[in-house]
């Protein structure tokens, strides 16, 4: 079986971000709060790829062009 990269584990998230593992956790457990609130269906210990971007490197396109 492949791997899924539809999901972030906790040492992928700890990497990107340059936190502790500890810390990755907290950060996954807010996350899927949030999916959880919206009834999104989450697993425990990883994180929606999509969802990480879109919430920790949010781009406005009213921003670009000046």
């Known amino acids: 079986m492949s791997e899924n990269t539809n999901f ?3 040492k992928e998230v ?12 907290k950060i996954i457990r807010k996350l899927n709060a949030e999916l959880n609130r919206k009834g999104i269906l989450t697993i425990s210990g990883r994180v929606n790829r999509q969802y990480f971007m879109e919430r920790l490197y949010y781009q406005s396109d009213t921003n670009k062009g000046g």
Not at 14 to 25: H, I, T
């Open 14 to 25: 700890a990497n990107e971000l340059g936190v502790s593992e500890s810390y990755a956790y």
């Open 8 to 10: 972030l584990r906790v």
